[in-house]
Structures are given as structure tokens and as C-alpha cells.
């Protein structure tokens, strides 16, 4: 049977996307933005992302320079903005300490936001650390070869994972075997319908000869399933302006500018609510639209848009801003284009 590690590598070499953070010699910093952009988020929804961001923050030094609002804004769009505001204290704490990146996987974990996948990416891919990556497509790819039955997310499961990959990894070039075992899950090795006869370490497989390579590993138990209803007064005056306030409350949306909202009892009255939430505006007209769904990992939220059309621009008592939400600088969330979209909406069909 053919080298498994050689096989892997050359399928690498001769596959391997043109991903913008793969350029040689690996930036450390460059790739920390790419592993934390990448984590729970699609690689089309990244480049763009990590091309405006490296383009306005092209090191720690600069990120460190920036506001938490800036960094915010150019974040907004790739959720899970916790990421953000950790990368940021990370680079203002490193630029304290010197200015550069530790280079070991277990320096590297010290820091805030790094975990130890993200770790052993940076050290590997950028210092050849010999250390495995396990994010959730090297999970899926080990756990087939092996037809490991286990979760591969607990301890035990871990280590029969991290002991074959450390095998891979001996006397070859660790960071290359680890992106290649990393893209050959997120190309090949796939959750459903993986291809099996493109795959170079299909002759080892053990799911592969088995003829059940979905089988591995075992679905994962999902955390039950938070359910919210909140109200957003939708604040609009004559000339098309939102009026948007910071999240500073709560345990998400942090640091992000929306409509004000609420949360909405089942007995309360939506456009009560909203209309107290800006007490103080002249309000002209109020209209309840149709309700928006948005999910953020384990909640599913249902918003009462509120529509409030009012005239002068005061904020209703509470720090605020007024804004085109075509062409804002704030950092904001997918949830305001929902708004924004529902209000289009029902704009037009009053219209026609």
C-alpha cells in the first residue's frame, strides 16, 4: 500500500486552493486572522472579510492602534463577534509584550481567544511545530480512516485521533500534512456524500472498505435550542435615517448597533414597547411588520419590527446615532439587514 502521508501530500500540492492567507513565508499573524475568521464560518464568506481587515490592520501593531469599534465594523458580517473582541485584546496585549507572536503551541494558548486548535495551527503551519491540528474536518477524516466508533470530541476520543495523526506527522513537514488533512475534509472528505474515489487516502480507509464512510464520526448531541421573542423599534425619519444604538448588555450582539430592542412578553404589546423604547421621539406613525427570524448558535429569536416614523431626531433620552443604513460605518449585525428589509418590503406594497 502506497505511503499514506506521501499520497496526501502530493494530492495537497496538486489541490490545494489559492487561499490568501497560503502565502509563503506564512505571516504568523496573518495566519491567527485567517484560523479565527475561519472558525464556524464558510471560507467564501472569509476571503473578502480577511482581505479588508488585514488591508486596514496589516499587523498587531495596527490592530492594536484601532478602536474596538473599528475592528467591530470590519468584522461585521462574519458573526460571532466575541472572536473579534478577543483578537483585539490579544494584539494590544502582545504589542505590550514586545510586539511578536509566541511561537510554541502552549505559548500561543496563554493568549486571549486562542484555543488549542488555534494554537497548534499557527505553530505548525507557520513554525512546523510537530503538533496535530484537530478542528472538525481532520476529526472527520481520522475518524473514518480508523472507523473509530467514539465521539471524537471527548477525551478518549481525542487521543485515539491525536496518536494516529502525531504518527503522520513524524519526519514529515508538519504544517503541510496538517493543512492537507485540513482541506481534505473541507473538499473531499465531506459530512455527507464524501468523495471516496478522489480521496488519496482512500486505500487505508477503514470507513472506505466498510462501505459506510457517513457512519463516522457518531452525530454530535446538540445543545437544546434556546427560544426568544424581542421587539425592535424600527425608528425612521424623513429622510430614510435609522436610529441605532449600541448593545452593551446581554451576552450577545455586544459592541454591534441596532434598532433599540426588547425583550417581548408573551402578554406585551409590541408597539407599546417599542414606542417606550424611544420615549421622548415625536412619533408620526407606528406600524407593526412582519416578524424577522435570526439564529445565533443555539437561539432562535423571532423580532417584532416596529416601524416609527417620526419627525425631528432626538434619541429618545439614551445615547444614540442617526444613520443612512445603506451606508453606515458602524459595526452592525445581519439582523439589521433583515429590519431593513422586512421595512423595504412593506414600503413598497403600501406603494403599489
Not at 489559492?18 to 475561519?38: K, T
Not at 467591530?72 to 483578537?87: I, M, N, P, Q, V
Not at 511545530?129 to 481520522?142: H, Q, S, Y
Amino acid at each position: 500500500m502506497a505511503d499514506p502521508v506521501k499520497s496526501l501530500q502530493a494530492w495537497f500540492r496538486a489541490n490545494a486552493r489559492p487561499l490568501p492567507w497560503r502565502v509563503e513565508p506564512r505571516d504568523p499573524y496573518r495566519v491567527l486572522v485567517s484560523e479565527l475568521m475561519l472558525q464556524q464560518t464558510q471560507v467564501d464568506r472569509v476571503i473578502p472579510k480577511y482581505e479588508l481587515f488585514t488591508a486596514a490592520f496589516p499587523d498587531l501593531a495596527s490592530l492594536a492602534a484601532a478602536t474596538q469599534e473599528e475592528v467591530l465594523t470590519l468584522w461585521s458580517g462574519l458573526g460571532y463577534y466575541r472572536r473579534a473582541r478577543l483578537l483585539h485584546r490579544l494584539a494590544r496585549q502582545v504589542v505590550e509584550e514586545g510586539g511578536r507572536l509566541p511561537c510554541t503551541a502552549a505559548e500561543l494558548q496563554r493568549l486571549p481567544g486562542v484555543g488549542p486548535y488555534t494554537a497548534a495551527a499557527v505553530s505548525s503551519l507557520v513554525h512546523g511545530e510537530e503538533i496535530p491540528v484537530l478542528d472538525g474536518n481532520v476529526m472527520r477524516v481520522a475518524s473514518r480512516f480508523l472507523a473509530f466508533p467514539g465521539d471524537p470530541r471527548r477525551s478518549e476520543g481525542r487521543g485515539v485521533l491525536t496518536t494516529w495523526l502525531e504518527g503522520l506527522l513524524v519526519g514529515g513537514s508538519p504544517g503541510e500534512i496538517n493543512e492537507a488533512l485540513m482541506e481534505l475534509g473541507a473538499t473531499v472528505c465531506l459530512p455527507r456524500a464524501p468523495g471516496c474515489d478522489r480521496c488519496p487516502l482512500g486505500p487505508g480507509c477503514a470507513a472506505h472498505a466498510d462501505g459506510c464512510p457517513e457512519a463516522y464520526p457518531p452525530p454530535r448531541q446538540r445543545r437544546e435550542v434556546v427560544h426568544l421573542r424581542w421587539v425592535a423599534a424600527c425608528c425612521i425619519d424623513e429622510a430614510g435615517r435609522w436610529l441605532v444604538r449600541r448593545v452593551d448588555e446581554g451576552p450577545i450582539l455586544r459592541g454591534l448597533w441596532l434598532p433599540p430592542m426588547a425583550p417581548l412578553a408573551p402578554d406585551e404589546d409590541g408597539a407599546d414597547v417599542a414606542q417606550r423604547l424611544v420615549a421622548g421621539s415625536h412619533t408620526t406613525s407606528v406600524r407593526i411588520l412582519d416578524e424577522v427570524l435570526h439564529s445565533i448558535t443555539h437561539r432562535r429569536i423571532r423580532v417584532v419590527p416596529v416601524r416609527l416614523s417620526v419627525s425631528g431626531r432626538g434619541t429618545g433620552g439614551q445615547e444614540g446615532r442617526w444613520i443612512d443604513p445603506e451606508n453606515s460605518a458602524l459595526p452592525t449585525s445581519s439582523l439589521f439587514g433583515k429590519l431593513i428589509k422586512t421595512n423595504n418590503i412593506t414600503m413598497n406594497e403600501e406603494n403599489e
